[in-house]
């Protein structure tokens, strides 16, 4: 199903529900922000080292517009290249990142072997249109950070009683409402989980598995 998550300045998702996220769509993760220095992007297959980049630049984030996606797959691999947000650039200049939660569908053949690749790759060419939910959910952040939710935002509370935007909450083990409900997560700060990487190592800079993809 995966899930994408936006959230703009001074919001964040509790660890709790990163921790669930990422439980329920478990084949990849990624995540784009906007900061002064522009529009950058952490994508990982392991779900685990995302987590950490997460962890490690919590404040970072924090002060920061962005899109996390969580995925779990369908059709594609588990590989770098199908792990959302992917880049998109279209006529009209604009450039940025943008994730997808469900199958498209009418693109589960094409280009690439990922449905949400092929429909995304219609999008920016002007031959699909995404706003009408017959492909799924579309979130995307442009190269300014404005972040635009071409179908689907649910908004939920986060991080100390912030809101954040989810595309489903079907991952929350706490909403007892049907799929399709918005839910009121708790906004307190649980204990960090194990992420397989001591934070302590890492610099200010995104680590722990390198420095992150910056407009590519």
């Known amino acids: ?46 779900n685990r080292q995302t987590l950490a980049v997460i962890l490690a630049n919590w404040d970072k984030f924090a002060a920061s517009p962005f899109l996390l996606h969580f995925r779990l797959a369908t059709h594609g691999a588990v590989k770098t290249e199908n792990t959302h947000p992917f880049r998109y650039r279209l006529s ?34 002007g031959q699909a249109d995404l706003t009408d939910g017959t492909q799924g959910k579309f979130a995307k952040i442009d190269q300014d950070g404005r972040i635009e939710w071409l179908h ?31 839910s009121t997560t708790s906004g307190t700060k649980p204990t960090k989980p194990d992420t397989t990487t001591d934070r302590r190592n890492c610099s200010t800079e995104l680590c722990p598995t390198g420095h992150p993809t910056t407009g590519r």
């Open 152 to 182: 689907g935002a649910e908004p939920i509370q986060g991080e100390n009683q912030t809101t954040i935007t989810v595309s489903n909450t079907i991952w929350d083990a706490t909403d007892t409402t049907s799929p399709d409900t918005t």
């Open 92 to 125: 009209n200049g604009e450039t940025g990142y943008i994730a997808h939660n469900g199958i498209a569908h009418r693109y589960t053949h094409g280009r690439y072997k990922s449905d949400s690749r092929n429909a995304i790759l219609a999008w920016q060419t």
């Open 1 to 46: 199903m995966c899930v994408i998550i936006t959230a703009d300045r001074g919001a964040m998702p509790t660890i709790s529900q990163l921790v669930q996220m990422s439980e329920t769509n478990p084949d990849g993760a990624g995540i784009a922000w906007h900061d002064k220095d522009g529009l950058h992007r952490y994508r990982n297959p392991d």
